[in-house]
């Protein structure tokens, strides 16, 4: 990908522009961004994948002047007339295609729709420890899940039918009590939109949005990016530090042969809390430890991502990534599906190229060390990766 090339993508402004001047700043609406787009997934299919235990899928029914909802499995009902319900769900616990009102969100279509995960690749211009998933969202006219904000970027695009936005910066969190959605109680939208297919609108975090099906049926695919929180990222990453430390050969045990004898025994030794602070800040003081963790956290599967395990590589293959790997590096790791390595000269080479491209040619495997090789075989069976002809 050529960051600095215009591409109507992005409206005609390159990635490295984009990324410049509205990245976590600003809107955009971007018209004709996918021209010609087709949704990845029709509506049987994605109703079947939403029938599948292994992926997660939510309905939201909303109660509109003279419609009346069935009752559904696992469902969330309050009488301010919004239904939620969390899958897998079979073709009968649908609404019929005729209610208006109701929304199924499919999310990480690209860990099993070929052409979702292609449509994900257009916006690898942000970081891969960045990016979560592409979500679907089908919706009968009138449907959505009403005004609300999220604390990611996303971009918003029109695969099949029309969808009106409103949008406005977030002046009001507050939200509607009682409810099963997080619904703002103050909305206050400053533009609107219609958005037909190919048309884009990238939102950047805590702005609130409300998007509804108009003339029918609709589809809008929603491409979210993570955003860690610092207190719960700083736990995870410690918690997987801890587990990553070995015992020392010669450990350091605390010693106190000055301690005097106590009338106060329920007081903890100041000499005690000392020993463990320093333990901590020697342990701290290993940068590189902390970046492993932090490499094989933002690679860890989600709960529901599993792998079916594969064969041995044949010779004279290239490789590709499956779909539900995730992998990055930094300048002394290779990190994938919550595992990481140490990489150096030409492997080092290789294995960025694969998480960049997320494939590697016939030749260039064919190049790679015994090393490289073995591990490129154990991750074919482990279904990690896949031959390419």
């Known amino acids: 990908m050529d960051i600095d090339a215009p591409t109507p993508l992005l409206g005609g402004i390159s ?19 996918v021209p010609g787009v ?35 499995k696992a469902a969330v009902d309050t009488d301010v007339g919004w239904r939620l319900s969390h899958g897998p769900f079979t073709r009968r616990q649908l609404p019929p295609l005729t209610q208006p009102g109701w929304t199924l969100l499919v999310q990480g279509l690209d860990l099993h729709v070929p052409a979702a995960t292609e449509l994900l690749q257009r916006f690898r211009f942000v970081p891969d420890a960045r990016m979560d998933d592409l979500m679907i969202s089908y919706a009968t006219e009138q449907g959505g899940v009403g005004p609300h904000f999220d604390s990611y970027d996303v971009f918003l695009l029109q695969v099949h039918g029309s969808r009106r936005w409103r949008i406005g910066p977030l002046k009001d969190a507050s939200l509607q009590p009682d409810v099963p959605l997080k619904i703002l109680t103050h909305f206050e939208p400053e533009e609107e939109w219609v958005l037909e297919p190919g048309d884009m609108l990238y939102l950047p975090p805590r702005w609130a949005h409300d998007g509804i099906a108009e003339g029918g049926e609709c589809m809008t695919c929603s491409i979210g990016f993570r955003v860690p929180e610092a207190t719960e990222l700083a736990r995870e990453v ?31 030794p100041a000499s005690l809390q000392d020993f463990a602070a320093d333990a901590v800040a020697r342990a701290l003081k290993d940068p590189e430890a902390l970046r492993t963790a932090l490499g094989e956290i933002m690679t860890e599967p989600k709960p529901r991502v599993w792998f079916h395990p594969g064969e041995p590589l044949p010779e004279g293959c290239g490789v590709r990534l499956d779909a539900r ?31 960049d ?22 991750w074919s069976e482990d279904g990690w990766l896949h031959p390419m002809g």
Not at 238 to 245: D, K, S, T, V, Y
């Open 38 to 72: 087709k949704p990845p997934v029709d509506r049987a299919a994605l109703f079947a994948l939403a029938a599948e235990e292994e992926v997660e899928s939510r309905l939201i029914v909303q109660r509109l002047p003279g419609t009346e909802p069935r009752a559904r």
């Open 325 to 355: 790997t995730r992998m990055v590096y930094d300048d002394k790791r290779v990190f994938a599906n919550g595992e990481s390595w140490r990489a150096a000269g030409k492997d080092a080479r290789h294995l960025r190229l694969l998480a």
């Open 357 to 378: 491209q997320r494939w590697l040619d016939a030749r260039t495997v064919a190049q790679a060390s015994d090393a490289l090789r073995e591990l490129l075989h154990q």
């Open 238 to 268: 410690l918690i997987r530090w801890m587990e990553g430390m070995e015992s020392p050969e010669k450990p350091q045990l605390y010693r106190d042969p000055g301690q005097p004898a106590t009338v106060t025994p329920g007081r903890v």
């Open 15 to 33: 990635p490295q522009t984009f990324m410049r001047r509205y990245w976590q700043k600003k809107p955009l609406l971007i018209r004709q961004a």
